[in-house]
């Protein structure tokens, strides 16, 4: 697998989960990553970015604040930390790599196969 997205689960209202996205050696070379998200019945949207070889983040409005990412090069992992979590943060969270610093699903090739985070109230 080139790039897993895990850690999702059931989790309390206000409570915290963290979310990691491991890549391959070659798809983490790719200068971005990115989290979105998918509610059901719900278009994907954007969460949260980082760069690489910077750490420059970039969150959606509707989470930031509560939510953090991170990466840890040496083992080409990117985290996103999610903290005082709402029943509407309910999804599937996806993970993808990019090349450009966009929040825009159609600047991602390459993406994970999701992880489910229920919250419930």
């Known amino acids: 697998v080139q790039l897993q997205a895990s850690g999702g689960g059931l989790v309390q209202a206000g409570g915290s989960v963290r979310l990691s996205c491991a890549a391959s050696?070659?798809?983490?070379?790719?200068?971005?990553i990115g989290w979105f998200r998918q509610a059901p019945g719900k278009e994907r949207e954007f969460v949260a970015l980082i760069r690489k070889s910077s750490g420059t983040t970039h969150f959606a409005d509707s989470v930031k604040g509560r939510f953090m990412i991170s990466r840890d090069n040496s083992k080409n992992t990117v985290y996103l930390q999610l903290n005082s979590l709402k029943p509407e943060d309910t999804a599937v969270y996806y993970c993808a790599v990019g090349s450009i610093f966009d929040s825009s699903t159609s600047a991602y090739k390459t993406w994970g196969q999701g992880t489910l985070v229920t919250v419930s109230s």
């Open positions: 050696y070659r798809l983490y070379s790719s200068s971005v």
